[in-house]
């Protein structure tokens, strides 16, 4: 079963997230109150905390939920695997998968510590198509 482990949320950018319990997203827009909301194609950022495991075990230090500023961290679901267009049902929303991974341009503290970051090829953004509470724990389903 595939489900929230962790929502994260920043009030500007280039910051780690900072975790919250639960979050409002907005249609359209993405987490309420979060830098990187807004009109546009990466309104939400997911990933699995299986990626921040595997940094763990390459020695990175000091790796919890909102480090790599993912709004959403799941646990039981292999986002990078996901096609642009699926649909997912996360608590209250409904949010489309439009991207996986980026292009980091600023390299992350992350990368200077250890050359590597599992953001830019396992992260995915999706834009949100229902708005809704999202909170910890919640299951997250592929809309077939």
């Known amino acids: ?29 993405g987490l309420e109150g979060d830098a990187h909301a807004g009109k546009w ?15 763990k075990q390459i020695g990175v230090k000091g790796l919890c939920t909102g480090k790599f500023a993912e709004n959403i961290t799941t646990e039981g679901i292999k986002l990078w695997k996901l096609p642009v267009g699926t649909k997912l049902q996360i608590g209250e929303t409904i949010q489309e998968v439009t991207q996986i991974g980026k292009e980091c341009h600023t390299k992350c503290a992350i990368y200077h510590q250890v050359g590597n970051c599992i953001m830019p090829t396992e992260g995915i953004f999706t834009k949100v198509i229902k708005g809704g509470k999202v909170k910890v724990g919640d299951e997250i389903e592929i809309i077939k």
């Open 41 to 55: 194609h990466r309104q939400v950022s997911l990933l699995g905390n299986e990626s921040i495991e595997k940094m």
């Open 1 to 29: 079963m595939a489900k929230v482990v962790a929502i994260n949320i920043s009030e500007k950018k280039g910051v780690p997230k900072k975790f919250i319990k639960e979050g409002y997203f907005i249609e359209d827009h």
